[in-house]
């Protein structure tokens, strides 16, 4: 007999994990279908769906297509469509004309989709210029072959115009430059859009998980976005980019990419008043992925496991490429 009684030890944790009604129960951090947001892509000149080989299970939408991904992903709950346009080659040129034609891929998928699902699923436009540059980057270079921040944000600002007119709920400015938010703030309010929201990409970090991205947005670039996307290894410096961000009118901020900087979005979301979003990458969506096609993880478990860790880091919400199944599981 313990020194302690025939009881010892009388507290004991492992009671409320006895059977999973229990476990349940007690859950300190829930997944629900509004949690998550579908990033996706449209491609231009393509007449069939497009399979991305870095990422098992994504493809590059036609415009046809897209909209019956946003048809199924407001059926199942998510909240809201990330889109990401893919123009024709030959439509790339030096600062992203593409990217603010009222034509483009982009400004056509972003009115397809808002006419396909109205306000039942948040329609969400990145608003970018490395997927229009010919050189790759998220901006306007200057003489030097340099990214021109101010230059830039005019194009950011034409960019916000023409995405609010084609029907974005939101906006999500992710080049890191320098007074972004602000900027585009000031356009989408001084052209009656004052409705529309920003989500702005606060701690994006230089990382080496946007691999698969690449291949799924066509990307020209060359080098690295080392002068304007954070260094990994700086975590008061994302702080700092909050604050600003915050100052300037941002609705909502975002931390990418997700899982390796749960420190950084746990940091964030004690900061702040505002909703916290985290977008879980394409290279953590191809690690999973590739180790379940190989046995060695259980994929769905992982996946989930994944995304509640997101969750109980502070994110309220969760860009990630699985999205729709997920939600569908849980409901």
């Not at 009604?21 to 300190?28: D, L, P």
């Not at 030959?90 to 982009?106: E, H, N, R």
């Not at 989709?113 to 608003?127: H, I, K, N, Q, Y």
């Not at 309010?189 to 606060?202: F, K, N, P, R, S």
Request: glycine share 10%; proline share 4%; with cysteine.
């Amino acid at each position: 007999m313990s020194e302690y009684g025939d009881g010892f030890p009388g507290i004991r944790p492992r009671r409320l994990r006895t059977n999973a009604t229990m476990r349940r129960m007690v859950a300190e951090t829930r997944l629900d279908p509004a949690d998550f947001i579908l990033p996706a892509f449209v491609r231009e000149g393509i007449a069939e769906p497009v399979a991305i080989e870095t990422m098992p299970g994504v493809v590059q939408h036609t415009r046809d297509t897209l909209r019956k991904a946003a048809v199924e992903a407001a059926e199942a709950g998510v909240s809201g469509i990330m889109l990401f346009g893919v123009p024709e080659e030959a439509k790339k040129d030096a600062v992203g004309t593409a990217g603010t034609d009222p034509d483009g891929i982009l400004q056509q998928a972003l009115r397809d989709v808002r006419a396909e699902v109205g306000d039942e699923l948040l329609v969400m436009s990145d608003l970018c210029l490395d997927e229009f540059t010919d050189h790759g980057h998220c901006g306007v270079l200057d003489a030097r072959g340099r990214v021109d921040n101010d230059a830039t944000l005019e194009r950011y600002a034409e960019m916000a115009q023409v995405q609010a007119d084609a029907g974005a709920h939101v906006v999500g400015p992710s080049g890191m430059m320098d007074g972004q938010v602000g900027v585009i703030r000031d356009a989408l309010d001084q052209t009656g859009h004052e409705d529309v929201a920003i989500l702005a990409y606060t701690a994006k970090y230089a990382s080496a998980f946007y691999g698969p991205f690449r291949e799924a947005v066509g990307s020209s670039l060359t080098g690295d976005r080392k002068t304007y996307q954070q260094d990994p290894a700086n975590l008061r410096e994302s702080l700092r980019e909050l604050a600003l961000d915050l100052q300037e009118g941002a609705d909502m901020v975002m931390v990418k990419p997700a899982g390796p900087y749960l420190d950084v979005l746990a940091k964030v979301a004690e900061s702040v008043d505002v909703p916290v979003v985290a977008y879980q990458i394409s290279g953590e969506y191809a690690m999973i992925e590739a180790a379940a096609q190989r046995g060695w993880i259980d994929r769905e478990a992982a996946i989930r496991e994944s995304l509640v860790g997101i969750r109980r880091a502070g994110a309220r919400n969760v860009l990630t490429y699985w999205a729709v199944e997920v939600a569908r599981a849980l409901r």
